[in-house]
């Protein structure tokens, strides 16, 4: 399943191996030179996937124009992908989990009363939890409908336009976040840039994105349409350097399904150097992901039942949670109860 916007590939140049100059530039490096390493999406469709020779950037080429893609998020992606116009039950409980989880991660950055700006910020269980934590939240979501949902429900701030579109002051947020957003941006480099404006100097990014040398994802699997790049710990550092971020920490986890950095925007403005991060990135990559291509289906199979099982249990615990209160507001206030300050 896909959606038409994603079918701007007219199948030329497709044969995988093959070099070429791909239509857009690698956002790092400002290059077009770079190899076909898929020309199908997860579900089988025509999508051509590239990998840039200067950096091992993994992306997809050609794309829709920004404004196809945005209005795509604005009023049909959580429609399309995950047929509901607003958050399931179960979702609703799993989101304040997670919010959770990053609200203690916020905390060991700032203090209370510090100014919080949430990029992709979905139905806005975030945002509340960081309400309630004594945290100044604010949040960007381009999908309509998620953005009602949360400033009805929760009450929260929630601007409902795309990050390129929406007018941020400068110099005020002290941590921006952005998880699992920055790979569905036409343009990752212009969304970075953005967010370092309206950063204070001496503030901090949370970033995290799918990994594309992920364990637990087959090599066919890994190239959901709506994920236009695909990066790993050196891209992504790579890319928060073209714009002035200095890394702090970068890291994934066990199975490296995803990767996290902490960015900071520097007092003094210094220019970091993106090349000797990517050094050798393009090979690497490139060796991984043609070994994980040609490994069998059942290549990782139990750490793949693994996961399946996890991901059993915590259904049943979502649902479980969701059957006992019919509040989204108070489900969120049960799942976080023992964690507020």
Not at 1 to 18: K, L
Not at 38 to 43: A, L
Not at 166 to 194: C, G, N, S, Y
Not at 256 to 272: F, N, T, Y
């Amino acid at each position: 399943m896909t959606h038409r916007v994603f079918h701007a590939w007219d199948g030329s140049n497709g044969e995988i191996g093959t070099q070429i100059d791909a239509q857009a530039a690698c956002p790092i490096s400002g290059q077009h030179a770079a190899v076909v390493i898929c020309d199908r999406d997860r579900y089988g469709y025509p999508l051509r996937t590239v990998i840039s020779q200067a950096t091992g950037l993994v992306y997809t080429d050609p794309r829709a124009d920004n404004d196809t893609i945005d209005d795509f998020y604005r009023s049909t992606y959580r429609r399309f992908y995950k047929s509901a116009s607003q958050p399931k039950w179960k979702h609703t409980a799993r989101n304040a989990f997670i919010a959770n989880q990053r609200v203690e991660m916020i905390k060991t950055l700032v203090t209370k009363g510090a100014a919080v700006l949430d990029v992709g910020t979905g139905s806005g269980e975030l945002l509340y939890v960081g309400r309630r934590h004594g945290l100044e939240m604010q949040g960007i979501e381009v999908d309509q409908t998620y953005a009602q949902f949360g400033r009805k429900s929760y009450g929260v701030k929630i601007i409902n336009e795309s990050l390129r579109s929406a007018v941020l002051p400068k110099e005020h947020f002290d941590v921006v976040t952005i998880f699992h957003v920055l790979e569905h941006l036409p343009d990752p480099q212009a969304a970075l840039a953005k967010i370092w404006t309206t950063l204070k100097p001496g503030g901090c990014v949370l970033v995290e994105v799918p990994n594309v040398e992920s364990l637990d994802t087959r090599f066919h699997q890994k190239w959901h349409p709506g994920h236009l790049y695909h990066f790993n710990c050196g891209t992504l550092s790579a890319l928060a350097a073209t714009c002035g971020f200095v890394t702090a920490t970068v890291h994934t986890c066990e199975r490296r399904s995803v990767v996290g950095a902490l960015l900071g925007k520097p007092w003094i403005p210094i220019e970091v150097d993106w090349q000797p991060i990517v050094a050798g990135n393009f090979e690497k990559t490139w060796d991984l992901l043609q070994f994980q291509a040609q490994q069998n289906w059942y290549a990782n199979f139990y750490g793949r039942l693994g996961r399946a099982r996890h991901k059993f249990k915590r259904n049943l615990r979502e649902w479980t949670l969701s059957l006992s209160e019919g509040n989204r507001r108070r489900l969120v206030d049960k799942v976080t109860r023992n964690r507020a300050a």
